[in-house]
C-alpha cells in the first residue's frame, strides 16, 4: 500500500513537477534526499519525510513556499501524495493564520486538509471554529468535508 500511495514513481514525479513550479529546486539534490531511506519507512512517515524534505528545499519564508506549493498543484486532481500540502501548512504556518487558513481551504481539494486544520483549533479555538462554520456553508464540497472532518 505505502509503495502504491507513496512510493518512488510518486515521489519522482512530486520532485519533477516541484521543480516545474520552483525552477531553482536543485531536482537531484531534493530527489536524493526525498529518495533516502524509503524503504525503512510506512506511509504516514514517507508523507511527513515529504513535507519536511519541502521545506528544507523551499524558500525559508513561509508565504514565499506557499506560493510555490499553489503552482505546483495548480491544474492537478485529487492524490492521496498530495496530503503533503496540508501538513506542510499543519507543520509550518502556525505563525500565519489567516494565509494558513486559506491555504488548508484550498488545498483540501487535492486530498484532505482534516489533519492538518486541528492543531489551528488548539491555538485559536473560537477563531477556527467561526471559519470551520464559513466552510461548512461553501457550495464546494471537498471544503463543507474539511469543515465537518476537522
Known sequence: MKDKLAGREILREVSRDLKKAYPKLDAEKFSAALLSGLN???LKNRILHLTETVRRFLPDDYPESLKILYRFINGKTCKFIYIF?????????RKHYKLSMRALRDFTEYSTSEEGVRPYLEDDLTETLRQMMIWAQSENVHIRRLASEG
Open 85 to 93: 500540502l496540508p501538513t506542510f501548512v499543519m507543520c509550518y504556518g
Open 40 to 42: 525503512k519507512r510506512e
